[in-house]
């Protein structure tokens, strides 16, 4: 069993230039790579995350991710090495990285209930109708029913 290695302040030192919403959603996100609930994603839980998220990865290709952002030299990553990997400063394109999560939620087109109910069940979380309708409520700034683009580019950019 791997022992948690505890970095007091860590996660705020890593959050750098990130919002707090973006913190929080990145917390959400880590605890659903990290499926052993010890604190750190190791190889075995970040290949089949990939895996869920249609991404099939080769060992080696998992070694190279876990590389770059294990700052400890423990073989895992732990969340304020997680965090440091999407701090983003004034030139990076923002916009790019918005329409790739929004293509990978969205399938193509614009996110609907549908739409967020697969993608929960790709990376394993099974959605009841009220949370999804919660999502689409939050989410939807025009009040169409379902998630655009330009929706979506408001919640990411929302403080």
Known sequence: MSKKVERPDAAAQAAGNLTKWEVAEFKEAFALFDSKKDGN?????LKEMMGHLGQECSDEEIKDMIDVADEL???RIDFPSFLK???HDEN????QFV???FALIGG???ITGDAIEQFFARIGLKLISDEVNEIV???????????GLEDFQKLYTRK
């Open 41 to 45: 994603i190791d190889p075995e839980e």
């Open 73 to 75: 030299s423990t073989g």
């Open 85 to 87: 990997q999407f701090q």
């Open 92 to 95: 990076d394109n923002t916009e």
């Open 99 to 101: 329409q790739q999560a």
């Open 108 to 110: 193509g087109g614009d």
């Open 137 to 147: 409520k939050i989410a939807d700034e025009d009040g169409d029913g379902k998630v």
